[in-house]
């Protein structure tokens, strides 16, 4: 991705609409707030929406990030008027969710930055992605740093908070040279670590607990402990009184086992529709796995969403990754 090329596509569009994929993270979140200052500070228009909720966000985003929640009869104008739609750490307009078919009878011209794999990102007049960034608020610092003249008050939280949440805290094998470098940068220009640590991690509720461990209790250790499996029914959602945003970082959990290489997280959406989240050690690719679903994300951290009852996809899933583990033997 070339920083003049993204320059001068925002400079040539004057109303924007800005989302991310459905059920926002923390990159996404502070990629989307980041930008949407910088553009206000050239006098553009631009409107944030996420769908279909905030979750933990909500409590602390804080009123300056300008954030709405998708609603047809508030929003119809906003995406109908919109000149520009740029699509945020997604590069597959599937991922919008509920958004996905206002964005295809949209005759806004569309964009994505983003940072996941994908061969060929598809539905975009303009892609700026870079698979080798950490994160998407790398991709927005980089253009900020360069072409941006103003406060960074409001701007350094946000994406101090998408590298974060992207790098898991600094442990993951993305947190680069570069991204510690930019992280330093965003702290001396008022980002909080303490307090972003504090929204991030520290904001879980009872019922979410009490999720966490009903199925971590259930959890299966498969192929000769090495494959850590989760399986999530909307009963165990009714029965702890939760919700799907309480399942966010529990695949990274089984990771704690010293065996286990990949992380499965199965979870039944209803009406015939699972969510795979995989997470890998540091051998197997899981995104060549979700590829078979066509899904994908990261080599270490990927996800699928099917059109399949999650009963049928467990063998397949579990044959996918059986054989990328031994063929890394």
Known sequence: MKIPDLHQFLQSQDDFVLTTHENPDGDGLG?????????RSLGKKVSLVVTPNLGSAEGWLG????????????????????????????????????????????????????????????????????????????????????????????????????????????????????????????????????????????????????????????????????????????????????????LDELVQQPMRIPTVEVSALLTDLGDGWTKISLRSRERVDVHKVCQIFNGGGHRLASGAKVQRPLDQIRRDLTSAIAAQLNYHN
């Open 31 to 39: 990629s989307m707030i980041a930008l949407g200052h910088y553009l």
């Open 63 to 246: 009123q300056g990030s300008a954030v709405e929640v998708y609603r047809h009869e508030m929003h119809t104008d906003v995406f109908n008027q919109a000149k520009c739609w740029i699509l945020i750490d997604a590069s597959d307009p599937r991922r919008l969710g509920t958004l996905y078919p206002i964005f295809q009878s949209s005759r806004a011209v569309k964009a994505c930055i983003d940072h996941h794999l994908k061969e060929a990102p598809q539905g975009f007049d303009r892609e700026f992605t870079d698979p080798e960034a950490s994160a998407s608020a790398q991709l927005i610092f980089r253009l900020l740093k360069q072409e941006y003249q103003g406060s960074w008050e409001l701007i350094a939280p946000a994406l101090y908070l998408g590298i974060v949440a992207d790098t898991g805290n600094f442990r993951f094998s993305n947190a680069t040279p570069e991204i510690h470098q930019i992280a330093a940068f965003l702290i001396e220009q008022g980002a909080q670590p303490p307090q972003t640590f504090q929204a991030l991690y520290h904001q879980d509720s009872f019922a979410k607990i009490q999720l966490w461990s009903r199925l971590l209790q259930s959890m299966q250790l498969l192929d000769q402990d090495r494959l850590a499996m989760i399986e999530v029914q909307s009963e165990d959602f009714k029965i702890t009184q939760s919700c799907y945003e309480d």
